[in-house]
């Protein structure tokens, strides 16, 4: 089992470990994949200045899934990573867990990487989308993935938050300073006080996953739990998924073998040199991604599929409005299950799209979750301190 891909060997100040989509410039990125395995960055990613002014130190580089956007890291090149019971986990989740750093920074494109704090059992928040600037980060599916931060206190994980959020000019999605300003540790929040079920999303999970559900509401004292049916956030896999395949497929256009990455040793023209590069180099499930996408871009199914799921972002985020008119946040699951194995993602190659269900509610519409007690809540967009004071609550933190 490989959790790091490089590490550090002098450490200044609390050390935190970067998933291996951030780059550094002292330290291989390859993002889990072949086609850039040993690529090194000619600069940093913004967040780490913001992590070194705020005294952490990078330790490492974890591993993780191609391009994150798999399950739990299973696609990695360089191996997925399990316990020592066989079950799936992510990697920079296992390095917190055991103590090597304070916490984890990842990128959240379809939720591997919140998945695998609720596997063990951290603390994760995903930050409104422009909060934190994705400079220097290797993308995905660039209109909803963000910079995310796990830890093993909620305390840990707002101070990590606090130190990396902020505007950006060189992050063209970055959002003004002073919307950055209210994920900083001091600024001001109100309390979360009814929290709707949404009960579309807890019914399809397993028993285990649902007595986590009950767990939760048992330790939120004071606050008010509603069920509703909410339906319409089952539309947001489907969109989902094909907003995040295009978008795949186009930020990975750019790795041919010719500037960077992986080149085949054998072509006779440049359309074999891309053709066998990108063949060798990618993994499956990528590989499916790029077709998927490629074939939803298309001009035959531009306004019929993508158009259309772009009008789905719109319905889903209007219906979270709605929510937000008489609730403070959407308790759903994280995940089906509480542990998957190989043998999981082997029966079913496409077990991340099955399982976007649940986190593409808050990819696609760009608003922060948080991850505790293994569950997961949908805030409003800004809310981030409020989900993390609701989440030392339940945890019992500092009592």
């Known amino acids: 089992m490989k959790l790091y891909t490089a590490k550090s060997e002098n450490v200044s100040g609390k050390p935190v470990v970067l998933d291996d989509t951030i780059l550094t410039k002292d330290m291989p990125t390859a993002a889990g994949s072949k086609m850039l395995d040993g690529y090194m960055s000619l600069f940093d990613a913004e967040i ?49 867990k055991n103590g090597e750093a304070v916490a984890a920074i ?49 305390s840990e994980c707002r101070e990590v938050l606090s130190a990396i959020a902020g505007h950006d000019d060189k992050d063209g999605t970055s959002l003004p300073e002073d919307k950055c300003a209210l994920l900083k540790a001091d600024a001001p929040r109100s309390e979360i006080k009814k929290i709707a079920i949404a009960k ?33 956030l089952t539309y947001a896999q489907a969109a989902w998924n094909i907003l995040m395949s295009a978008e795949v497929c186009n930020n990975v256009s750019k790795y041919d073998g010719v500037k960077y ?24 499930l990528l590989k499916s991604t790029i077709l998927f996408g490629s074939e939803t871009l298309s001009e035959d199914n531009y306004m019929k599929v993508y158009d259309k799921a772009l009008r789905v972002r719109r319905v889903i985020v209007e219906y979270f409005d709605k929510l937000f008119a008489d609730f403070d946040a959407v308790l759903m699951p994280v995940s089906s299950k509480t542990a998957y194995t190989k043998a999981d993602t082997d029966a079913n190659t496409y077990i991340a799209y099955d399982e976007s269900i649940y986190t593409a509610p808050a990819s696609i519409t760009g608003l922060p979750r948080a991850v505790v007690g293994g569950v997961q809540l949908v805030g409003k967009a800004f809310s981030e301190n409020s989900l993390l004071d609701l989440a030392t609550k339940v945890r019992k933190e500092g009592k």
């Open 106 to 154: 990842s990128m959240d494109v379809c939720g591997s990487s919140a998945r695998a704090a609720a596997m063990s059992g951290l603390v994760y928040i995903k930050p409104t989308y422009g909060t934190v600037s994705r400079f220097g980060t290797i993308p995905a599916a660039c209109s909803g993935e963000c910079v995310a931060v796990s830890a093993k206190t909620a």
């Open 261 to 284: 990455g992986y080149r085949a040793a054998e072509f006779s023209n440049i359309d074999e040199l891309y053709t066998n590069s990108r063949t060798e180099a990618f993994g499956y």
């Open 48 to 96: 780490i200045s913001k992590l070194k002014d705020a005294g952490f130190g990078i330790c490492g580089k974890a591993n993780v899934g191609e391009m994150a956007i798999d399950l739990l890291g299973e696609t990695s090149y360089y191996g997925e990573c399990t316990d020592e019971s066989g079950k799936l986990v992510g990697a920079s989740a296992e390095i917190v």
């Open 200 to 232: 579309a999303l807890v019914d399809s999970a397993s028993d285990e996953v649902k007595a986590l559900i009950e767990s939760f509401k048992a330790n939120a004292d004071g606050v008010e739990f509603a069920p509703i049916d909410a339906n319409e």
